[in-house]
C-alpha cells in the first residue's frame, strides 16, 4: 500500500468516525477515556474541560496515544493508532469552530471560560486491522 493509499483510508477512518480512546499518564501509568475528536490535516482536536484529570495529565506530560475507528464488528474493521503530542489551543476562532449545541450540556458557550481544546499534533498515525493486510505507517 503506498502513501497516497494509507493517506486515503486514514482519512476515511477519521471522517467516519469521531468517538476514540485518548490515553494519557496518570502516576506513571497509562490513563484513558472515550472523546470525541475532529481533524484538520491530521491534526486532531478535542474538547474538555479545564478542570479534569487529562488536562492536569498533560500539563505533565503531553504525550498521548489515541485509537479511532474500530465499530465493533470483528476482524477488518479498520482503525488508526496515533501518537503525539497534545497542546492546549484556546483560541476564540478554533473554539466557535468546534462549538456544537450539544456541548451545552457542559458548558455555557464557546465562550466559557472552562471551555478548551486539546490539540494534538500526531509523530505517527498507524492503519490497523485492514482485512488481509499488515498494519501500515503514514509517514508524517
Avoid at 40 to 51: A, E, G, P
Wanted: net charge negative; aromatic share 10%.
Amino acid at each position: 500500500m503506498n502513501q497516497d493509499e494509507i493517506r486515503n483510508h486514514v482519512e476515511k477512518v477519521l471522517d467516519e468516525s469521531e468517538t476514540g480512546t485518548m490515553a494519557t499518564v496518570k502516576n506513571n501509568k497509562p490513563h484513558s477515556r472515550y472523546m470525541t475528536f475532529f481533524h484538520k490535516d491530521f491534526i486532531l482536536y478535542t474538547v474538555t474541560d479545564q478542570d479534569t484529570d487529562k488536562t492536569e495529565e498533560i500539563e505533565k506530560n503531553p504525550h498521548t496515544h489515541l485509537m479511532i475507528g474500530y465499530e465493533g464488528e470483528g476482524f477488518g474493521d479498520e482503525y488508526v493508532e496515533i501518537a503525539g503530542e497534545v497542546r492546549f489551543n484556546d483560541s476564540a476562532d478554533i473554539k466557535k469552530e468546534l462549538w456544537s449545541d450539544e456541548m451545552g450540556a457542559y458548558f455555557k458557550g464557546p465562550d466559557d471560560p472552562d471551555f478548551t481544546v486539546l490539540e494534538i499534533h500526531p509523530a505517527s498515525i498507524r492503519l490497523m486491522n485492514r482485512k488481509g493486510g499488515s498494519p501500515a505507517e503514514l509517514e508524517m
